[in-house]
C-alpha cells in the first residue's frame, strides 16, 4: 500500500524558511516522479514543483527561485525548502504520487506566514 506523510509545516515571519518532509512507504523516491502542491480555502489546489525520478526538478513560477525540491533516498523522503517566505505562500502543503491509474496524496502540512 501507498502512503506519503507530509510534516513540517509551522507558523513562520515572512522572509523565514520551512523545510517540509515528504516520507514515503509502498514506493521508492527515486523509482517515482514526485509533486508538491498546495490549497488556500476557497482556492483551486495549485502544483508548487516536483522531481523526476531521475532527480530533475522543475517549479511553478511563483515559487521559483525561492523553493527546493531535493530527496534523500536512503530515507525514503523528498523535501520542499521553502526560503524567503511571502504571506501568500500560506496555505496546506501536500505531497503527491501517482502509480498507474491510482493517485496518492498525504494529509498535507499547514504552512502559515505572518507579515
Known amino acids: 500500500q501507498v502512503q506519503v506523510v507530509e510534516s513540517g509545516g509551522g507558523l513562520v515571519q515572512a522572509g523565514g524558511s520551512l523545510r517540509l518532509s515528504c516520507v514515503a512507504s509502498?514506493?521508492?523516491?527515486?523509482?517515482?516522479?514526485m509533486e508538491w502542491h498546495r490549497q488556500v480555502p476557497g482556492k483551486q489546489r495549485e502544483w508548487v514543483g516536483g522531481i523526476s525520478s531521475g532527480g530533475w526538478t522543475n517549479y511553478a513560477d511563483s515559487v521559483k527561485g525561492r523553493f527546493t525540491i531535493s530527496r534523500d533516498n536512503a530515507k525514503n523522503t523528498m523535501y520542499l525548502q521553502m526560503n524567503s517566505l511571502k504571506p501568500e505562500d500560506t496555505g496546506v502543503y501536500y505531497c503527491?504520487?501517482?502509480?498507474?491509474?491510482?493517485?496518492?496524496w498525504g494529509q498535507g502540512t499547514q504552512v502559515t506566514v505572518s507579515s
Open positions: 503527491y504520487v501517482s502509480r498507474g491509474s491510482s493517485n496518492f
Open positions: 509502498g514506493i521508492f523516491v527515486n523509482l517515482n516522479s
